[in-house]
Nanobody, 124 residues
Framework: QVHLVESGGELVQAGGSLRLSCTAS????????MGWFRQAPGKEREFVGA????????YYTDSVKGRFTISRDNAKNTMYLQMNSLNSEDTALYYC?????????????????WGQGTQVTVSS
């Protein structure tokens, strides 16, 4: 079983950038396709993007395309989410998740393990 811990969330001004990290322990990260989700207060958990086990494949939800980039360093057991041009609609608790599939889907049910989340707040 893999244990995931997110970090890097903080308060940032609109237009700014942040990089979130997701560090795995217990199992090697390369065993898992990975994803990022977010959840704003009063809303359902929303898919942000996913990356394949070897990092070659990745895709994003439309609202973050061109602004967010997912990467991973399997040697460091860490996945990243680089977020640029942040706006108030990006304010949410951000979660990383691991899936046993090579390139996981957009649904919460596609993922087997979850971190506890890191808060991103964008001030306008």
């Amino acid at each position: 079983q893999v244990h995931l811990v997110e970090s890097g969330g903080e308060l940032v001004q609109a237009g700014g950038s942040l990089r979130l990290s997701c560090t795995a322990s217990g199992r090697t990260l390369s065993n898992y396709g990975m994803g990022w989700f977010r959840q704003a207060p009063g809303k359902e958990r929303e898919f942000v993007g996913a990356v394949s086990k070897n990092g070659a494949g990745r895709y994003y939800t439309d609202s973050v395309k061109g602004r967010f980039t997912i990467s991973r360093d399997n040697a460091k057991n860490t996945m990243y989410l680089q977020m640029n041009s942040l706006n108030s609609e990006d304010t949410a608790l951000y979660y990383c998740a691991a899936s046993l599939t090579v390139l996981p889907g957009r649904r919460v049910l596609d993922y087997d393990y979850w971190g506890q989340g890191t808060q991103v707040t964008v001030s306008s």
